[in-house]
């Protein structure tokens, strides 16, 4: 019933409003609405003499329902809801028990006071779905905070905590105890002087450098995403201009990216995450409670594997073969830690207690007791097999066993091994311990709670899980090979690797096909192709084929489809390269950069298709999860899919 969205409750002259609009608060229609009318009723009733405004869960309000952007805007409208309160005779304290997002963080800084429980949070992450603030957010949190760190605040989407908004001048009380009480109890001290709300408060415009500045500065983070340097416009206009012109251009910069294709991507996938962390087929099946995790090969992923885990403070056990390649391993491991603290991920003191959680053993038998264990040795099914007949062995029956193979059938690794419940592929992406992507493949046998625990595992990584069918490649390694084949079919036409590449970072990937071989080297794939040739299959020989085998590994052999300086990781066109293709390209006209890009998504959302047509993934949504977190599409053109699907509509004219 509507009228249970918001709860009044009144003593001492004091109203108490409780929002309950689970699971998040969100300001939906019906929520506004009666925000709305008590808001006048409030400010009516004369034994009223000021409000406190709660919300029952664990967030204050989440933000708007996003579920309403793909429909016409309906009023009350936000804005005017806050305008309203702002506007009030009579104080109003947002008692801040939780998060307060987006539309959320706007209502808190409407109100006149803002009380945060310790826990409490306070923050705009619009520009993240490719909006921003569209109530009021631009204008007044620079006239609380100070247009730099509000600049800050709402073009990178951050969230301050309780502290930071304290100190920010943001939070007028931190409740030392109960939230709700100290709330009501801080109302009853205010004696009917009301403070200078935000839309008052004025704001000295700091000169054209100081905008030029930010704009670089914030188109060069965007990544092709227009909502921060539309925000930052919008702040702007409230400071040239005033708070009344600056809420106009902020609606209207609002209502215009929340019709664009940008902010549809952004919000596809944020529904996308949203589902592959919840799957609804796992609903109601506890996962196991880790603790101790095993890593097997502390190589380029054991240690990244091993990294991650320890940062989401599993007690981690690396093994490797000898004395050596343990150091070596956990070398890398440290190395991680070490760049994360230079990138401000943690300090000194977070590295280290990390590096303290991962203990280095020789030999699989430190692993008896861990509750999880991720194997990542070579790529060989010999050498695997070994592993696993060890690991049964050595581990109980509950022990999840995972593989981190990519192209390996895990079936055939753990084939007649007891327990088959518990054994799983985890499929990490490179680096591991920085790709939030982790292809989830269940075996036939492979229990419902082993399933649920991969799952549960992503969401502690910080990371998204994709459910991924046991078909070659699973899902991400086999568009890449589509992705590649039509790289090379585009090269022995006769573009060359600098213009493909060109294109797709045009398009916004971070790197184009070529550049990203050479990084991860040419060996493996080739391999692969040896492997296949050797078993019968008829593989013409192809580019790569030939860089391989006159020695071209990719950077780490100084060189693959580009040749790079020593230590240098700046790819620069290979004469000798385009001599070894040359005999295999048949020159026609030339594409274009855009023809480029286009055939390279068509043939990754073809290929992604085909893959949800052979029910090897649940939806292609998840496609896009996938090459949005494991190859570094641009989120907002919301994947490949999402892509190729709007790209039709808007050619066949459709909605
Ligand atoms: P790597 O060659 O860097 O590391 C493998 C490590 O395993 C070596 O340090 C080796 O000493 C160790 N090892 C071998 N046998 C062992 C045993 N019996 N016990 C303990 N340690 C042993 O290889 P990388 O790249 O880390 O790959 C490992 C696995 O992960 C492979 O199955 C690969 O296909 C898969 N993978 C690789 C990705 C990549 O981008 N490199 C991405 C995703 C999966």
Same mark, same amino acid.
């Given at each position: 019933?509507?009228?249970?969205?918001?709860?009044?409750?009144?003593?001492?002259?004091? *109203?108490?409003?409780?929002?309950?609009?689970? &699971?998040?608060?969100?300001?939906?229609?019906?929520?506004?609405?009666?925000?709305?009318?008590?808001?006048?009723?409030?400010?009516?009733?004369?034994?009223?003499?000021?409000? %406190?405004?709660?919300?029952?869960?664990?967030?204050?309000?989440?933000?708007?329902?996003?579920? =309403?952007?793909?429909? @016409?805007?309906?009023?009350?409208?936000?804005?005017? %809801?806050?305008?309203?309160? =702002?506007?009030?005779?009579?104080?109003?304290?947002?008692?801040?028990?939780?998060?307060?997002?987006?539309?959320?963080?706007?209502?808190?800084?409407?109100?006149?006071?803002?009380?945060?429980?310790?826990?409490?949070?306070?923050?705009?992450?619009?520009?993240?779905?490719?909006?921003? @603030?569209?109530?009021?957010?631009?204008?007044?949190?620079?006239?609380?905070?100070?247009?730099?760190?509000?600049?800050?605040?709402?073009?990178?989407?951050?969230?301050?905590?309780?502290?930071?908004?304290?100190?920010?001048?943001?939070?007028?009380?931190?409740?030392?105890? !109960?939230?709700?009480?100290?709330?009501?109890?801080?109302?009853?001290?205010?004696?009917?002087?009301?403070?200078?709300?935000?839309?008052?408060?004025?704001?000295?415009?700091?000169?054209?450098? +100081?905008?030029?500045?930010?704009?670089?500065?914030?188109?060069?983070?965007?990544?092709?995403?227009?909502?921060?340097?539309?925000?930052?416009?919008?702040?702007?206009?409230?400071?040239?201009?005033? +708070?009344?012109?600056?809420?106009?251009?902020?609606?209207?910069?609002?209502?215009?990216?929340?019709?664009?294709?940008?902010?549809?991507?952004?919000?596809?996938?944020?529904? *996308?995450?949203?589902?592959?962390?919840?799957?609804?087929?796992?609903?109601?099946?506890?996962?196991? &409670?880790?603790?101790?995790?095993?890593?097997?090969?502390?190589?380029?992923?054991?240690?990244?594997?091993?990294?991650?885990?320890?940062?989401?403070?599993?007690? %981690?056990?690396?093994?490797?073969?000898?004395?050596?390649?343990?150091?070596?391993?956990?070398?890398?491991?440290?190395?991680?830690?070490?760049?994360?603290?230079?990138?401000?991920?943690?300090?000194?003191?977070?590295?280290? =207690?990390?590096?303290?959680?991962?203990?280095?053993?020789?030999?699989?038998?430190?692993?008896?007791?861990?509750?999880?264990?991720?194997?990542?040795?070579f790529e060989d099914l010999a050498v695997k097999?070994?592993? +696993?007949?060890?690991?049964?062995?050595?581990?109980?029956?509950?022990?999840?066993?995972?593989?981190?193979t990519s192209y390996l059938d @895990?079936?055939r690794i753990?084939?007649?091994?007891?327990?088959?419940?518990?054994?799983?592929?985890?499929?990490?992406?490179?680096?591991?311990?920085?790709?939030?992507?982790?292809?989830?493949?269940?075996?036939?046998?492979?229990?419902?709670?082993?399933?649920?625990?991969?799952?549960?595992?992503?969401?502690?990584?910080?990371?998204?899980?994709?459910?991924?069918?046991?078909g070659e490649g699973f899902?991400?390694n086999r568009i890449l090979k589509r992705y590649r084949a039509e790289a090379e079919a585009?090269l022995l036409?006769?573009?060359?690797?600098?213009?493909?590449?060109?294109?797709?970072?045009?398009?916004?990937?971070?790197?184009?096909p070529? !550049?990203?071989q050479?990084?991860a080297g040419l060996d493996i794939a080739f391999r692969a192709r040896e492997a296949a040739r050797a078993l019968g299959q008829d593989l013409p020989e192809g580019p790569g084929d030939r860089l391989v085998r006159a020695g071209r590994l990719g950077?780490?052999s100084?060189?693959g489809w580009?040749?790079?300086?020593?230590?240098?990781?700046?790819?620069?066109?290979?004469?000798?390269a385009?001599?070894l293709i040359?005999p295999l390209v048949?020159?026609?006209?030339?594409?274009?950069?855009? !023809?480029? *890009?286009?055939?390279?998504?068509?043939?990754?959302?073809?290929e992604?298709?085909?893959?949800?047509? !052979?029910?090897?993934?649940?939806?292609?949504?998840?496609?896009?999860?996938?090459?949005?977190?494991?190859?570094?599409?641009?989120?907002?053109?919301?994947?490949?899919? +999402?892509?190729?699907?709007?790209?039709?509509?808007?050619?066949?004219?459709?909605?």
């Amino acid at each position: 019933m509507t009228n249970d969205l918001i709860r009044r409750s009144d003593s001492d002259g004091i *109203a108490l409003l409780t929002l309950a609009n689970p &699971p998040v608060n969100a300001l939906s229609l019906a929520v506004r609405q009666r925000l709305a009318a008590l808001t006048a009723e409030l400010e009516a009733d004369e034994s009223v003499r000021a409000v %406190v405004l709660a919300a029952e869960g664990r967030v204050f309000v989440g933000g708007a329902d996003i579920a =309403e952007f793909d429909r @016409p805007p309906e009023a009350p409208h936000l804005p005017d %809801v806050i305008a309203a309160i =702002e506007a009030s005779r009579k104080p109003w304290i947002a008692a801040l028990n939780g998060a307060a997002l987006g539309g959320g963080a706007e209502l808190a800084l409407g109100c006149h006071y803002r009380i945060f429980a310790d826990t409490a949070r306070l923050g705009l992450p619009e520009t993240s779905l490719g909006l921003i @603030p569209g109530a009021g957010g631009t204008q007044r949190l620079p006239r609380r905070i100070g247009l730099a760190p509000a600049i800050e605040v709402i073009t990178a989407g951050r969230t301050l905590s309780a502290a930071e908004a304290r100190e920010a001048g943001l939070a007028d009380r931190i409740a030392a105890g !109960e939230l709700i009480p100290e709330a009501l109890a801080f109302a009853r001290t205010l004696d009917g002087a009301l403070p200078l709300p935000a839309s008052a408060a004025p704001l000295a415009d700091p000169g054209p450098a +100081f905008w030029d500045e930010a704009r670089a500065r914030i188109a060069r983070a965007a990544r092709g995403n227009p909502a921060p340097a539309a925000a930052l416009e919008a702040i702007r206009a409230g400071v040239a201009e005033g +708070f009344a012109a600056g809420l106009r251009a902020e609606r209207e910069t609002f209502l215009r990216l929340r019709a664009s294709d940008e902010a549809a991507a952004l919000r596809h996938l944020f529904f *996308a995450e949203r589902a592959a962390l919840r799957p609804a087929a796992l609903r109601g099946i506890e996962p196991v &409670p880790l603790t101790r995790a095993g890593v097997i090969g502390g190589g380029t992923m054991g240690s990244g594997i091993a990294a991650a885990l320890a940062a989401a403070g599993l007690e %981690v056990r690396l093994t490797e073969t000898g004395p050596e390649s343990l150091a070596a391993g956990l070398e890398r491991v440290e190395a991680i830690f070490e760049a994360q603290v230079k990138r401000g991920l943690t300090d000194r003191a977070g590295a280290a =207690e990390r590096m303290a959680r991962v203990t280095g053993t020789v030999g699989l038998g430190a692993l008896a007791d861990c509750d999880l264990v991720i194997e990542a040795v070579f790529e060989d099914l010999a050498v695997k097999r070994r592993v +696993f007949e060890e690991l049964v062995r050595l581990c109980g029956p509950e022990a999840i066993l995972a593989t981190n193979t990519s192209y390996l059938d @895990p079936e055939r690794i753990v084939e007649g091994l007891p327990h088959p419940h518990r054994f799983i592929a985890l499929h990490f992406f490179s680096p591991a311990q920085v790709m939030k992507l982790l292809e989830i493949v269940p075996l036939a046998a492979t229990a419902p709670r082993t399933l649920a625990t991969g799952v549960a595992l992503a969401a502690r990584l910080g990371k998204i899980p994709v459910q991924a069918g046991n078909g070659e490649g699973f899902i991400g390694n086999r568009i890449l090979k589509r992705y590649r084949a039509e790289a090379e079919a585009l090269l022995l036409a006769g573009a060359t690797p600098t213009e493909i590449d060109e294109a797709m970072r045009a398009f916004g990937l971070g790197m184009g096909p070529f !550049e990203m071989q050479d990084m991860a080297g040419l060996d493996i794939a080739f391999r692969a192709r040896e492997a296949a040739r050797a078993l019968g299959q008829d593989l013409p020989e192809g580019p790569g084929d030939r860089l391989v085998r006159a020695g071209r590994l990719g950077r780490k052999s100084g060189g693959g489809w580009y040749d790079y300086a020593p230590g240098s990781r700046l790819p620069q066109p290979s004469p000798e390269a385009a001599a070894l293709i040359a005999p295999l390209v048949t020159p026609g006209p030339r594409p274009s950069g855009t !023809e480029i *890009a286009d055939r390279l998504i068509a043939a990754m959302a073809e290929e992604g298709q085909r893959i949800c047509d !052979e029910g090897l993934a649940q939806s292609p949504s998840d496609i896009d999860l996938v090459e949005v977190h494991g190859y570094g599409f641009p989120r907002h053109k919301g994947g490949p899919m +999402f892509h190729a699907a709007r790209k039709t509509r808007s050619r066949t004219g459709g909605a």
